[in-house]
């Protein structure tokens, strides 16, 4: 079973991210809102608490690991 929590709009109004946990496993999600596909985001397993958006809606800030991280919509990894 799926467990949906926390959606959050991006400012620009063009995606929404999630907290989904599938498996026992939880993550953030992204789904452009011109789609009904949504996309496990790598690198934000074990986050914990609401993620947020970047005001210019290209990176999202969440925490993880007792550790504030960043991570780039463009693509990487989650900075500390």
């Known amino acids: ?8 709009l991006s400012p620009d ?5 999630f ?3 599938t498996d026992g496993k939880r993550s953030l ?10 996309q496990p985001l790598p690198g934000t ?3 914990f608490g609401i993620p947020f958006w970047s005001p210019d809606s290209r990176s999202l800030g969440f ?8 991570l780039d919509l463009a693509g990487g990894a989650p900075q500390t």
Do not use: M, Y
Not at 1 to 8: F, W
Not at 13 to 17: D, E, F, K
């Open 45 to 47: 397993e074990n986050f």
């Open 63 to 70: 925490f993880a690991w007792a550790e504030l991280r960043k």
């Open 13 to 17: 109004g063009r995606h929404l991210v």
């Open 29 to 38: 999600w992204l789904r452009p809102l011109g789609s009904l596909t949504a």
């Open 1 to 8: 079973a799926t467990t949906i929590l926390t959606p959050e």
């Open 19 to 21: 907290a989904a946990t």
